[in-house]
């Protein structure tokens, strides 16, 4: 059984810094594309950014753009978000995602497995 467990969120206070993980059990980590998405409340979810195997990251939303990064340790599983500078409006739950068919994409119905979500509350 497949099951991406992301852990790291949490409350912080605005300009802090977070790392979240996202541990995969159940698939061979290192042959899946791993994503991040966000959801606000009230909002649909968006993709933050994703990785391939070889570390190449791909990072879309402007708004977290020079402040958040992706990496991945293939020999230890997990994949990182790590996010600075952080600002109230990144207040989110975060899902990792993972994609087999390494399309690299920022649409959320590509990936095949989700994690159950993170909350992280940034307070002004």
């Known amino acids: 059984q497949v099951q991406l467990v992301e852990s790291g969120g949490g409350l912080v206070q605005a300009v802090g810094s977070l790392r979240l993980s996202c541990a995969a059990s159940?698939?061979?980590?290192?042959?899946?594309?791993m994503s991040w998405f966000l959801q606000a409340p009230g909002k649909e979810r968006e993709f933050v950014g994703g990785?391939?195997?070889?570390?190449?990251?791909?990072n879309d939303l402007d708004s977290v753009k020079g402040r958040f990064s992706i990496s991945r340790d293939n020999a230890k599983n997990p994949v990182y978000l790590q996010m600075n500078s952080l600002k109230p409006e990144d207040t989110a739950v975060y899902y990792c995602?993972?994609?087999?068919?390494?399309?690299?994409?920022?649409?959320?119905?590509?990936?095949?497995?989700w994690g159950q979500g993170t909350q992280v509350t940034v307070s002004s």
């Open positions: 995602a993972a994609d087999s068919r390494i399309l690299a994409s920022r649409v959320s119905d590509d990936y095949d497995y």
């Open positions: 159940g698939v061979t980590f290192s042959s899946y594309y």
């Open positions: 990785i391939n195997r070889r570390g190449l990251t791909r």
